[in-house]
Nanobody, 121 residues
């Protein structure tokens, strides 16, 4: 069965960095676009970033552009999110999501359980 397991969350200071990972299994990882989304306390789900199945195109929400970098290693079935210059407003539960096609479509059929990121001094 499809499994998405996020890791790498934690507490970071403003201006700091964290790297999230999402280990995928149960499907052909290299055939599907993947995304990261987040949900802050008391707010709705926000799409953060997405990447084509072959890594040829990457997309970012305006709120993270220039600070976050999405990448993937298809040989390791792993999705990453490098988060730099973190801000308190980045505090959220971060999810990875499996797309339904090779290219970014913001349509997903599986989600991980999430990893908590807290940015505070």
């Amino acid at each position: 069965q499809v499994q998405l397991v996020e890791s790498g969350g934690g507490l970071a200071q403003p201006g700091g960095s964290l790297r999230l990972s999402c280990a995928a299994s149960g499907f052909t990882f290299s055939s599907y676009a993947m995304s990261w989304a987040r949900q802050a306390p008391g707010k709705g789900l926000e799409w953060v970033s997405g990447i084509h199945s072959d890594g040829s195109a990457r997309y970012y929400a305006d709120s993270v552009k220039g600070r976050f970098t999405i990448s993937r290693d298809n040989a390791k079935n792993t999705l990453y999110l490098q988060m730099n210059i973190l801000k308190p407003e980045d505090t959220a539960l971060y999810y990875c999501a499996k797309g339904t096609i090779q290219t970014m479509s913001k349509q997903y059929d599986y989600w991980g359980q999430g990893t908590q990121v807290t940015v505070s001094s």
